[in-house]
Each structure stands twice: as C-alpha cells, then as structure tokens.
C-alpha cells in the first residue's frame, strides 16, 4: 500500500523546517513560544474547545458491537461535497439500505490538520464527514492518522502544514506520543457516538532503516497509550489495531517467512514480527485491524487473480489464531494491483467487480467480520473505475455503480455472525458463498460457463456476479 490518496487537495504548502541537532535546545524554546497565540503563528479558523460536542450524536447501527460489519472508507473526495442533490440522493441511498459502517481518518484523505497549533483546533472537515456518516444511518469509524507537524518536527500553524506525502506519512516523535493520545480524546469526546477507533494507518513512519525492520516497539507505545486514554474517555469506547500491512513475497525469498505461506506467496517474515510483538504487548484491543492485498509486494498475483483471494482466507485464519478469536477487521483490501499514480483502471468493470467479489468471499470464509472498500472517488465528471457512485459534483451525481451493488449487498446478507452453509458447486471455475436464504455465485472465467449450483443448472456470463435464491 503506502501509495493512497492521502493528501487533502488543493490546501497550504510549505516545507518542513529542519531543525539541526546541536539547536534542538533552541528549537524546543522556539517551539514553545510560537505554539502560543501572537507570537507569529496563524491560528485563524482554529478554536479552543475541540471537545465540545458537535452536531446531533446519533444512534448507531453497531456502538455497543465490536463487528460493524462490511463498509467502505471515505478518501480525498467524497460524497459529503458537491452538489446538494447528489449529496442527498447518496445519502438517502446509504440510509434506504440499512446504513453501512464508515471509515474516516482525522487528518489526510479529505480532512484537514485537525490541530494546526497545540490546544488550537480545526475540525471543519471532520465535522462534515461525520456528519454525513449520521445523516446517511450509518455506524461512524474513526482512525486515529495522520499527526500534526508540530508532533513530529514541522512547523505549527495553520498555514504551515506540509501536505506531502513524505510529511504526513511520519509518526509522531516520541514525545509527542502523549499529545497525540490527547488529540484522540479531543476526537472522542467531540464525536461521542464515535464507539470505535482505529489507532494509527499501516505503522505508517514506523519503519527502522537502520535496523530494516518495523519500530513495533513505538508503535505498541502509542497503541497503548491511546487505547487506555480512550477508555477513561468512556469505557464502551472500541479500540483497535494494529493496522499492518499484510504483505506477501514470492515464497523463495529471504524475507519470506515460514509462519504462512500459499499459492499466493508467503507473509513477510518483518510483519510477522511486528504483529506478534503488538499482540503479546498491547494493553487491550476490542477488535484486531489489518489490512493487505492478493497480490505481492512486487505486483504478483499468484497463480491468477482469482486465486490469489485466497490469501486472505489463509491470513484472517492465522490472525484469529494469534489473537485468541478477536473480531478481525480488514481496513483496507485489494485484488487489483494499482500503476506508479496508485490508479486502478487496467481491468474492465466486470473483472474488476467479480474479483472483487472473490476477495470479499475469501475475506468471509476466513472469518473476517468486518471490512472497509476503499472507495477512489473522482472529483469530478462521469467515469470512476472502482468507484461506488459517480462523482456528485453536479445535481445529477452520486448514481449507484455496480461496485456499489456488490458491497452493499454483501453487508447486508453477509452481515455479523452470518452462518455460512456449503453447497456443491459442478465447476471449479465457479466461486460461491452461501447461507441458508441466499448464494453469491461468481464466474472467474472471461467467458460464459454453466453448471449446477446446489443441485440446480445455473448460466453465468463472462466475470458474472449473481445472487440466488435458495
């Protein structure tokens, strides 16, 4: 992963300042004066009371529920901008169907720093995501990323956040693990029907270079003193992580570990290491977050991209293993490799959705509870490959798109403690998934193909995704 569209738009530029190591004396002293107010840092649009509450909390789907279910993630642009019609026939769609859960995150993918300069808050961006989550009905998720510059060596100020992608992607300094924990219960109490949260974005700024291999160390530090800040805030508030990257490398490679290892590829022994250290350390977790593609590191898909769904079948197994059965969630999930601008659009909309379809299948037979469609939303005009409706910058936006079909659907007759039942299938050609009232069958061939679907003769046309009765 690590190529999203992470920034928010069209906003401020300016480059970190660098700070030398024989002034960091001075510099903590500069930093200090300028975190006050007329002392030549921009708070405009910035305001104190963070924590007041904001807008209507409403009653949501899932808050007293660790599993919330299958959902998407809101990204740069969304459908909580653009023109009022669009907005609302989006809205009103979301609602109709029963609601589905919602990612945002507090900084970056369409909101702004959240806290420009210490105890100074903007939440203007925030506050219309959620927002939106509530008048669409549905369950509100919140990840705790990006951090403020100021908490990780930039400059404070409204007008001196550096909105490249090397910048937001830096942790937290360590001393500033605390004011970070500070801002989530700023969040939380700002949003109170905001019952889970995600703690940070794939160990996003965690790497050790020097050691090559993942800082699971500081990031289990943060992890813990946001979860436990969290809980003082209200005890019913869920927490998890640690929202890894589950990447996989051909088997033969140095990296690859022993721990799992497929058709697919085998799990990268560095990020084994990392989610076995945050498992044993951690202070608590109501629910596991990961995140991951079929393909490999390298943008394999073995042997095909139909079979390599199955990975993450194989990897949300070994996850509940390790974590005694928690509820696992998957934040992110991809099965179609992206190009150098982190596109996806090499593949017709029916592959696209079929496979798709594959992987939220093998997501399910894994054991998966809850997972997030990373929605690529374009800003403006009528194509969007991968997307769940059309952009809503005219009147006439935000129509439904076949992605849209499939997720939602799937929420709703594969929802939270489903019973999944086998049923014979003639081809192996053919994938299903079944409970006692329904079938998603899926073609994985680029062609028409017949066979029998729990006894009955069932024609589906090339990348068909088709649901039936039982």
């Not at 003082?232 to 140095?254: C, F, H, L, Q, T």
Request: hydrophobic share 35%.
């Amino acid at each position: 992963m690590g190529r999203h569209g992470w920034n928010s738009g069209p906003r401020r530029w300016r480059l970190t300042a660098l700070l030398g190591v024989g002034a960091a004396a001075l510099a903590l002293v500069v930093t200090l004066l300028n975190t006050l107010p007329g002392n030549g840092v921009n708070t405009d649009g910035t305001s104190r009371d963070g924590d007041r509450p904001h807008g209507t909390p409403s009653s949501t789907p899932d808050a007293r529920n660790p599993d919330v279910g299958w959902g998407f993630t809101h990204t740069q642009n969304s459908a909580d901008e653009g023109a009022p019609a669009a907005v609302e026939r989006v809205e009103g769609r979301l609602a109709d169907a029963g609601g589905m859960p919602q990612i945002q995150h507090i900084m970056g993918w369409g909101a702004d720093n959240p806290e420009p300069v210490r105890g100074r808050y903007d939440f203007e961006d925030l506050d219309r995501r959620i927002d939106f989550i509530r008048a669409s009905g549905s369950t509100p998720v919140v990840t705790l990323c990006c951090a403020p510059d100021w908490m990780k060596g930039g400059e404070a100020g409204v007008d001196n956040t550096d909105w490249s992608q090397a910048a937001l992607e830096t942790a937290p300094d360590p001393e500033h693990f605390e004011d970070f924990a500070a801002l989530a219960v700023t969040v939380a109490k700002r949003y109170p029907d905001v019952r889970h949260f995600i703690v940070w974005n794939e160990a996003k700024g965690f790497w050790n270079d020097a050691e090559g291999r993942w800082d699971y160390e500081g990031y289990t530090k943060l992890y813990n003193l946001v979860y436990k800040a969290l809980k003082k805030v209200n005890p019913e508030i869920m927490v998890g992580g640690p929202y890894i990257v589950m990447d996989s490398v051909d088997p033969r490679a140095e990296e690859a570990s022993a721990a799992l290892k497929g058709p697919w590829g085998a799990l990268d022994r560095r990020t084994v290491d990392a989610f076995e250290y945050w498992n044993e350390h951690k202070a608590g977790a109501d629910f596991v977050v990961v995140d991951g593609s079929s393909y490999t590191r390298d943008d394999e898909l073995l042997p095909d991209e139909f079979t390599a769904t199955d990975k993450f079948t194989a990897v949300s197994r070994w996850v509940r293993e390790q974590t005694g059965d928690l509820p696992l969630w998957w934040a992110e999930y991809y099965v179609e490799p992206a190009d150098g601008n982190d596109d996806r659009k090499g593949w017709s909309e029916t592959r696209r959705v079929a496979v798709q379809a594959a992987g939220m299948m093998a997501l399910a037979k894994g054991g998966a509870s809850s997972a997030f469609y990373w929605n690529p939303e374009e800003e403006k005009g009528t194509e969007c490959a991968g997307c769940l409706w059309t952009p809503t910058d005219s009147a006439s936006g935000g129509k439904k798109l076949p992605m849209y079909d499939l997720v939602s659907r799937f929420g709703r007759e594969f929802g939270p403690g489903t019973q999944y039942k086998e049923v014979p299938v003639d081809s192996p050609d053919v994938r299903v998934l079944a409970t006692d009232k329904v079938i998603l069958a899926v073609n994985t061939l680029d062609r028409q193909t017949s066979t029998k679907i729990d006894g009955e003769k069932v024609v589906l046309q090339a990348y068909e995704v088709k649901w039936l009765k039982r």
